[in-house]
């Protein structure tokens, strides 16, 4: 879709003064494409677009961060970095397994993650600091170091000191013994090394590294294989301690068991005997018993079902009208087989018969009967051997049953010696555990005395620590690295969260993209410059004053926009309003006017903002009848309406000492007003208070022919426009589109705007020339007669850039 609602792909011709002018407009714009054709997206443009407007955010949030990470990095104490490589010796043989307290080490994954715990523990770094003696060591000793001065903590306790806190530091030991202080200083080196060492398991082997981290080269290596040492040290104490507390042990314990054994078998040989409770095989005779008939009751079950499976079949077909071909059973009968062979030798003799005698005749009535006395048979037979089915069923039914009946009785019996046999079962269980622990005891007891491995250590040093040349840290290059990084990162989110805050609106392609309306213009700020520094002008003087200025240029787009904005019918009467106060409306609502009336067209603008009246002060008007006194009976047209000097240009100015009554616009007397205005002028134009702020506003845009919504630059937000918009729509108005004001066009760059990255308009419109006043012809920006005014860097309105392509412009003398 193009741009404008008023393009159209056709020439329209106007004539002002002597001159005509051709103007052929686009029916669209089209968009940036690569070389197949496809439109190309605009991300990358948007992504670069907002890093230029928040470079400095950017910047400023990469410097602080990148500066904090290098001043930590190049005031940070080198550390040096050893390490030693224990192997656990895995070939160990247990000599008992009594909890493994005499053992070797077991190879699983969790008895190796537990040594590399012991190796880090504080009991075995204790032993390390003792021997190495780290008490009289500065760096773990800190009441040896000499006080240290820093920027950030001198900054720190100027701050402290600056709020009243008292940053002397108190004496830690006071009040404590010689003991008491050296345990303490013990504690402390003992912490500050335990956070030096690091022991770690090489991959999945059985192989332990352990690094020590320092600000001595050798203290690394020293306090590394110290702590190696120790480790093995401290596991030949807990074996050779464990060796002996076993043997001891494990000969007192071997006589106690011995009569604790006797005891236990004399009771349970007692108790049996005195219970009359003898055993074959293991059990009881009732045990075995109630076993034997458990196992013909299952027999006998399976036997049942089988029966009585081949019964219920039987019984189904039978119900069901199958023949004696259809059932299972019945075909292996010998006497059904042979009844079945008669029966079809009858059978064939009854067909025989009936094909060559009457049916009345002795002989086939004697072969008939003869066939159903053998039919007869066979069902008889059927049915006996059903019966004989059911009473086999019958039969193994009782024989389970009675089965079922010796077992009850049984475990009658058994219950009845439950008690006693819950006690036996525990006397030769307790029997037993003595008996196995007296065994096992001898059998340990023997090894312990004969092993020699028994007091060698689990793990031997495989690679003693070395003296590192070179520091572990700081990591210079990778430290700048990562606070460029960190930087980069830290900027890139402040300055998306700037983005993502940031509700203005910036550009004509927000107002279509984001509005969804037509923007019919970019309109630029006006600044003079003097000693102290940018002011705001009038545009409108400025108009005057530069009628070849990019300011100009874009007045007489928005002028062409009106005109050709519907082509079925004459656009007369224009509403230009915005959302809120000091947007601009005021000023180019009359530069508008002016540029209307310089190019030959009776153009008539109505100041309709009661409240401040601003277009009348604008314009250097004072009347005392303006447009309330005329619309309320209390003076002429003709003496309300003003004329402009500069422009010819008609003005319905507001009386300052004038009342301005409520509903204004809604009256009748309005109506009539705008009709009669229509037969006089060619366009008329009312400047409207605030849409969000004004009711009169809401109701004068539904009532002119088209409606302009004025926005500024970096100013109104786009909730606002939204709601402004809604308003109108509300009201039935009739948009012709957005206007962008004021736009700053320095700045305007840094915004993804159309119209932003040709420098060559900025060049042309800087062009020195003296074109005529009512030319169409884009030309530079020009001193004022005063020589006051001087436009800053101008570049063309985004939405003259936006039709450049296929747009043309003839100039051709009458």
């Keep these: 879709m193009g741009r404008s609602k008023f393009s159209v792909n056709s020439n329209f011709r106007y004539s002002i003064l002597t001159k005509t002018f051709s103007f052929e407009l686009p029916t669209q714009v089209p968009a940036e494409a690569d070389s197949d054709g496809n439109t190309m997206p605009t991300d990358l443009k948007s992504l670069l677009a907002a890093v230029y407007r928040r470079f400095w955010l950017i910047a400023l949030s990469f410097l602080a961060v990148f500066s904090l990470v290098a001043y930590m990095t190049f005031n940070q104490v080198p550390l040096y970095k050893a390490s030693s490589i224990v192997q656990l010796d895995t070939e160990q043989q247990n000599v008992i397994d009594l909890g493994s307290v005499l053992s070797g080490l077991a190879v699983s994954t969790a008895v190796i993650d537990t040594e590399v715990m012991i190796m880090k523990s504080k009991s075995l770094l204790t032993k390390v600091a003792v021997k190495q003696k780290l008490v009289e060591d500065p760096e773990f000793n800190w009441t040896l170091r000499e006080p240290e001065t820093s920027v950030l903590g001198s900054l720190s306790d100027s701050f402290l000191g600056f709020l009243g806190v008292d940053t002397t530091e108190e004496d830690p030991f006071e009040g404590m013994s010689v003991d008491e202080r050296e345990n303490a200083l013990l504690e402390s080196a003992v912490a500050k090394l335990m956070g030096s060492v690091g022991v770690s398991r090489v991959g999945t082997t059985y192989l332990i590294n352990v690094e020590v981290t320092s600000e001595s080269p050798e203290t690394a290596a020293r306090l590394a294989n110290a702590i190696a040492d120790q480790y093995r040290v401290q596991q030949l104490e807990t074996k050779l301690d464990a060796t002996r507390r076993a043997t001891e042990w494990l000969s007192d314990r071997v006589f106690a068991l011995r009569e604790e054994v006797e005891e236990k078998e004399n009771r349970v040989a007692k108790f049996i005997a005195d219970n009359d409770m003898e055993t074959a095989m293991g059990n009881t005779l009732t045990e075995q018993n109630i076993a034997y008939l458990t196992t013909q009751k299952t027999q006998a079950e399976v036997e049942l079902n089988r029966v009585r499976s081949?019964?219920?079949?039987?019984?189904?077909?039978?119900?069901?009208?199958?023949?004696?071909?259809?059932?299972?059973?019945?075909?292996?009968?010998?006497?059904?087989?042979?009844?079945?062979?008669?029966?079809?030798?009858?059978?064939?003799?009854?067909?025989?018969?009936?094909?060559?005698?009457?049916?009345?005749?002795?002989?086939?009535?004697?072969?008939?009967?003869?066939?159903?006395?053998?039919?007869?048979?066979?069902?008889?037979?059927?049915?006996?051997?059903?019966?004989?089915?059911?009473?086999?069923?019958r039969v193994r039914r009782d024989q389970v049953g009675r089965l079922q009946s010796q077992i009850n009785n049984s475990n009658a019996k058994l219950r009845g010696n439950s008690l006693a046999m819950v006690r036996l079962r525990e006397l030769e269980r307790d029997a037993e555990t003595s008996r196995v622990l007296y065994e096992e005891f001898i059998s340990r007891s023997k090894e312990t005395r004969e092993q020699d491995g028994l007091v060698q250590p689990d793990a031997v040093i495989l690679s003693q620590a070395s003296v590192?040349?070179?520091?572990?840290?700081?990591?210079?290059?990778?430290?700048?690295?990562?606070?460029?990084?960190?930087?980069?990162?830290?900027?890139?989110?402040?300055?998306?969260?700037?983005?993502l805050l940031d509700m203005k609106i910036s550009s004509t392609e927000d107002i279509e993209k984001k509005l969804r309306q037509n923007a019919i213009g970019s309109v630029p700020l006006i600044r003079t410059t003097n000693a102290l520094g940018f002011t705001q002008t009038n545009p409108a003087e400025y108009l005057i004053e530069n009628p070849l200025s990019a300011f100009a240029e874009s007045v007489r787009y928005l002028r062409a926009a009106i005109a050709f904005s519907d082509l079925d019918s004459e656009t007369k009467t224009v509403a230009i309003t915005s959302s809120l106060p000091d947007e601009g409306k005021t000023s180019l609502t009359l530069a508008l006017g002016r540029m209307s009336a310089m190019s030959g067209a009776r153009t008539l603008v109505i100041d309709g903002d009661f409240r401040r009246r601003q277009l009348t002060e604008a314009a250097g008007l004072k009347p005392e009848v303006g447009f309330i006194e005329y619309l309320f009976g209390a003076g002429q047209l003709s003496d309300a309406i003003a004329k402009d000097p500069k422009s010819m240009l008609d003005i319905l100015p507001l009386s300052l000492t004038g009342h301005t009554?409520?509903?204004?616009?809604?009256?009748?007397?309005?109506?009539?007003?705008?009709?009669?205005?229509?037969?006089?002028?060619?366009?008329?134009?009312?400047?409207?208070?605030?849409?969000?702020?004004?009711?009169?506003?809401?109701?004068?845009?539904?009532?002119?022919?088209?409606?302009?919504?004025?926005?500024?630059?970096?100013?109104?937000?786009?909730?606002?426009?939204?709601?402004s918009l809604a308003l109108l729509k509300s009201f039935q108005a009739d948009l012709l589109g957005v206007t962008l004001n004021m736009v700053n066009l320095n700045r305007r760059r840094h915004y993804s705007d159309p119209g932003a990255s040709y420098d060559a308009y900025r060049k042309?419109?800087?062009?020195?020339?003296?074109?005529?006043?009512?030319?169409?012809?884009?030309?530079?920006?020009k001193k004022s007669k005063s020589g006051k005014i001087q436009p800053t860097a101008i570049q063309t309105p985004p939405s003259l850039a936006d039709h450049k392509t296929g747009a043309a412009e003839k100039v051709d003398a009458n």
């Design 468 to 499: 590192p040349k070179h520091p572990s840290s700081p990591r210079t290059k990778l430290n700048l690295l990562i606070g460029a990084i960190l930087g980069g990162m830290l900027g890139a989110g402040l300055a998306l969260l700037a983005e």
């Design 310 to 393: 081949r019964y219920d079949s039987m019984r189904r077909q039978i119900d069901g009208g199958a023949g004696v071909d259809g059932i299972s059973e019945v075909l292996e009968s010998p006497l059904i087989t042979s009844l079945k062979q008669q029966l079809s030798t009858v059978r064939g003799r009854v067909g025989d018969l009936e094909t060559r005698l009457g049916p009345q005749h002795p002989e086939l009535i004697g072969a008939r009967a003869e066939q159903a006395d053998i039919e007869r048979q066979i069902e008889n037979e059927m049915n006996r051997i059903a019966t004989n089915l059911e009473n086999e069923v």
């Design 661 to 723: 009554p409520h509903d204004v616009f809604g009256t009748r007397a309005f109506d009539d007003l705008l009709v009669r205005l229509r037969s006089m002028y060619d366009l008329i134009l009312i400047d409207t208070g605030p849409l969000l702020l004004m009711a009169e506003a809401r109701v004068v845009a539904g009532k002119t022919d088209k409606t302009i919504l004025v926005v500024r630059w970096r100013h109104t937000t786009r909730a606002a426009a939204r709601q």
């Design 764 to 781: 042309y419109y800087q062009m020195e020339s003296k074109p005529s006043l009512f030319s169409f012809m884009r030309g530079g920006s």
